[in-house]
């Protein structure tokens, strides 16, 4: 059984069809890929599966259960955590709270007994303290983490935001565009941080890429979107020559340079 | 709009605890005036925490805290029951839990018109409801009592206070440093990453409107006790207008910068006495130039010349 299921989806915004009849499977314990060019639906694609939007038609299931009765927030809690493409941290947070809140659905206090401090209280916080030191460690930023998160560069800041979506253990991984303006050694542990989630961890991992290499090198499966469509699908090496593909990114470039098939 | 927000030290009892002997020390010791602006100063730091748990916390704006104080004052009075003071904060809660759900889908300038909204209808309830709240005359306020404990003297009063003060500053400062406060945080700086999160964002920004709420009605059980008449005077859109000004002079997002805030804008009307007529302009420029040039609030200064 596949984990995630997309089948026929459909998104509109006003004329614009972004999501354009996507069927997707994600297999347990891979790697998977989508990439295209930009303004290919990638990112609405995500959307959807984290109900941030909702779709025009089509079903999500995921463990096999339908996906699209379930409010934003509860996501979370089925297993699926994700970044963002533009990096949404809490920038006034030291990089130690901004994964404290990523473990938010594990704490059970409520109001009240956080305001008076019940027993179980330092109990949890205890335990969410020593669980995000160990993920910040994972990633290498266990140093940081009295550090106001918006004071960060780029690529710490990346990691910071992938710490917060790994400190609960998700089945499902949803990163978009991770390697998004990192330089290659960031780039390379990055790739090394991934494979060690799906080899160690047998984490299910959804990838939104631009930065090819990195795709080819660690995907088992990658998905082609163009204008909303899926034009290709299948392992690494059988999308590197496909000629659909080549021409989505290159579009009438090609015709000009006079290379690759006509 | 994101506001900066200071986030609170683990330490924060520590001097809050010492301010509190402090003054508890001193009580006796102070004549009545004083004493009066100190008592006044105790209820402004409850209106002010509790609305920094709203504004400078979660980042949601209000221009209705005068009302909560107000149906919190309202409230104890017409009920005259023992327990006045939690029913009082209770029914303000409820109210702000109210106003919190269109905060649900509204943001920023939009959020603003509606709060402001509310607290003039509120206004306007207690000027022309006479049968529930004496209209402008008002209504008398039975002497404050817990049990067979009687506040009478100006002394029993302020130590009232001051206790219901620090219990409540603690216990903001404890859901501060929590999930909730976290959650809080979350919510100001990025909802999308927030829900990502697994937090749902009209639970707590509910949450947070009640509980303002709540404290505000709290301060205004106490503050009926201080009154001998109770009247729609004192709940206006000036008055919301100067707990917001307490918040942002002291420090948003900050439970010292609230208990600073609140403190320093209690002493500032009686220093400006003479020039009571005056009083809305200072203030409200005070509020202009703290958010143009320090909107930090003086607690922020502080903590980012001395670096912690």
Same mark, same amino acid.
């Given at each position: 059984?596949?984990?995630? *299921?997309?089948?026929?989806?459909?998104?509109?915004?006003?004329?614009?069809?972004?999501?354009?009849?996507?069927?997707?499977?994600?297999?347990?314990? *891979?790697?998977?890929?989508?990439?295209? +060019?930009?303004?290919?639906?990638?990112?609405?694609?995500?959307?959807?599966?984290?109900?941030?939007?909702?779709?025009?038609?089509?079903?999500?299931?995921?463990?096999?259960?339908?996906?699209?009765?379930?409010?934003?927030?509860?996501?979370?809690?089925?297993?699926?955590?994700?970044?963002?493409?533009?990096?949404?941290?809490?920038?006034?947070?030291?990089?130690?709270?901004?994964?404290?809140?990523?473990?938010?659905?594990?704490?059970?206090?409520?109001?009240?007994?956080?305001?008076?401090?019940?027993?179980?209280?330092?109990?949890?916080?205890?335990?969410?303290?020593?669980?995000?030191?160990?993920? !910040?460690?994972?990633?290498?930023?266990?140093?940081?983490?009295?550090?106001?998160?918006?004071?960060?560069?780029?690529? *710490?800041?990346? !990691?910071?935001?992938?710490?917060?979506?790994?400190?609960?253990?998700?089945? !499902?991984?949803?990163?978009?565009?991770?390697?998004?303006?990192?330089?290659?050694?960031?780039?390379?542990?990055?790739?090394?941080?991934?494979?060690?989630?799906?080899?160690?961890?047998?984490?299910?991992?959804?990838?939104?890429?631009?930065?090819?290499?990195?795709?080819?090198?660690?995907?088992?499966?990658?998905?082609?979107?163009?204008?909303?469509?899926?034009?290709?699908?299948?392992?690494?090496?059988?999308?590197?020559?496909? +000629?659909?593909?080549?021409?989505?990114?290159?579009?009438?470039?090609?015709?000009?340079?006079?290379?690759?098939?006509? | 709009?994101?506001?900066?927000?200071?986030?609170?030290?683990?330490?924060?009892?520590?001097?809050?605890?010492?301010?509190?002997?402090?003054?508890? &020390?001193?009580?006796?010791?102070?004549?009545?005036?004083?004493?009066?602006?100190?008592?006044?100063?105790?209820?402004?730091?409850?209106?002010?925490?509790? $609305?920094?748990?709203?504004?400078?916390?979660?980042?949601?704006?209000?221009?209705?805290?005068?009302?909560?104080?107000?149906?919190?004052?309202?409230?104890?009075?017409?009920?005259?029951?023992?327990?006045?003071?939690?029913?009082?904060?209770?029914?303000?809660?409820?109210?702000?839990?109210?106003?919190?759900?269109?905060?649900?889908?509204?943001?920023?300038?939009?959020?603003?018109?509606?709060?402001?909204?509310?607290?003039?209808?509120?206004? $306007?309830?207690?000027?022309?409801?006479?049968?529930?709240?004496?209209?402008?005359?008002?209504?008398?306020?039975?002497?404050?009592?817990?049990?067979? &404990?009687?506040?009478?003297?100006?002394?029993?009063?302020?130590?009232?206070?001051?206790?219901?003060?620090?219990?409540? &500053?603690?216990?903001?400062?404890?859901?501060?440093?929590?999930?909730?406060?976290?959650?809080?945080?979350?919510?100001?700086?990025?909802?999308?990453?927030?829900?990502?999160?697994?937090?749902?964002?009209?639970?707590?920004?509910?949450?947070?409107?009640?509980?303002?709420?709540?404290?505000?009605?709290?301060?205004?059980?106490?503050?009926?006790?201080?009154?001998?008449?109770?009247?729609?005077?004192?709940?206006?859109?000036?008055?919301?207008?100067?707990?917001?000004?307490?918040?942002?002079?002291?420090?948003?997002?900050?439970?010292?910068?609230?208990?600073?805030?609140?403190?320093?804008?209690?002493?500032?009307?009686?220093?400006?006495?003479?020039?009571?007529?005056?009083?809305?302009?200072?203030?409200?420029?005070?509020?202009?130039?703290?958010?143009?040039?320090?909107?930090?609030?003086?607690?922020?200064? &502080?903590?980012?010349?001395?670096?912690?």
């Amino acid at each position: 059984m596949m984990l995630l *299921q997309i089948d026929n989806l459909v998104k509109k915004f006003g004329g614009l069809t972004a999501v354009n009849d996507v069927s997707l499977s994600v297999a347990q314990g *891979q790697i998977h890929s989508l990439i295209g +060019p930009n303004g290919a639906g990638k990112t609405t694609l995500f959307h959807l599966v984290t109900r941030i939007l909702k779709p025009d038609f089509g079903k999500i299931t995921y463990q096999g259960i339908n996906l699209l009765v379930a409010p934003p927030a509860k996501i979370t809690s089925l297993g699926i955590t994700r970044t963002f493409q533009t990096i949404e941290l809490f920038s006034e947070m030291t990089v130690l709270e901004n994964v404290l809140v990523g473990y938010h659905t594990l704490i059970h206090a409520g109001p009240l007994s956080s305001a008076l401090r019940f027993r179980g209280f330092f109990a949890e916080e205890n335990r969410a303290r020593e669980k995000s030191l160990e993920i !910040l460690r994972v990633v290498g930023m266990e140093d940081y983490q009295k550090d106001r998160a918006g004071s960060l560069p780029l690529g *710490q800041r990346r !990691l910071v935001e992938l710490a917060r979506a790994l400190v609960i253990e998700p089945t !499902l991984l949803l990163l978009d565009e991770p390697a998004s303006g990192l330089n290659l050694a960031e780039t390379n542990k990055l790739m090394r941080i991934i494979r060690h989630l799906k080899d160690q961890q047998g984490m299910t991992i959804l990838l939104v890429e631009h930065n090819m290499r990195l795709v080819m090198e660690i995907s088992d499966q990658v998905s082609v979107l163009n204008h909303g469509v899926k034009i290709a699908e299948g392992p690494p090496s059988s999308i590197k020559n496909d +000629p659909s593909v080549i021409e989505a990114y290159l579009g009438s470039e090609k015709k000009s340079m006079g290379n690759e098939e006509c | 709009m994101k506001w900066t927000i200071l986030g609170s030290h683990h330490k924060t009892w520590v001097p809050l605890l010492l301010v509190f002997i402090g003054l508890a &020390v001193i009580a006796p010791f102070l004549d009545v005036y004083f004493l009066y602006i100190l008592t006044i100063l105790c209820l402004n730091v409850i209106l002010a925490t509790g $609305l920094n748990l709203l504004t400078g916390y979660t980042g949601q704006i209000s221009l209705c805290h005068s009302a909560f104080l107000g149906i919190g004052a309202y409230s104890c009075t017409i009920l005259m029951i023992r327990l006045h003071l939690l029913a009082g904060g209770l029914i303000a809660g409820c109210a702000g839990f109210l106003v919190g759900i269109p905060a649900l889908r509204l943001r920023g300038l939009y959020l603003a018109m509606v709060t402001l909204g509310f607290g003039e209808i509120v206004h $306007l309830v207690f000027h022309h409801w006479q049968g529930l709240t004496g209209g402008p005359l008002g209504l008398k306020v039975p002497t404050a009592r817990i049990g067979p &404990v009687v506040f009478k003297s100006e002394l029993s009063l302020f130590y009232l206070y001051l206790f219901v003060a620090f219990i409540f &500053v603690i216990l903001a400062r404890n859901l501060i440093q929590s999930k909730i406060g976290r959650a809080f945080r979350s919510i100001a700086y990025s909802e999308i990453a927030a829900q990502a999160s697994g937090i749902d964002l009209a639970r707590y920004k509910t949450l947070s409107f009640a509980l303002s709420a709540f404290y505000a009605g709290i301060a205004g059980g106490l503050y009926c006790q201080l009154l001998k008449y109770l009247s729609p005077d004192p709940f206006g859109l000036f008055e919301s207008i100067q707990y917001l000004t307490m918040i942002v002079l002291g420090g948003m997002g900050s439970i010292i910068g609230s208990v600073l805030g609140a403190s320093l804008l209690s002493i500032l009307p009686e220093i400006l006495r003479d020039f009571k007529d005056y009083q809305e302009l200072i203030f409200s420029l005070l509020l202009m130039l703290f958010i143009l040039f320090m909107p930090r609030g003086i607690y922020g200064m &502080v903590r980012s010349v001395f670096r912690f």
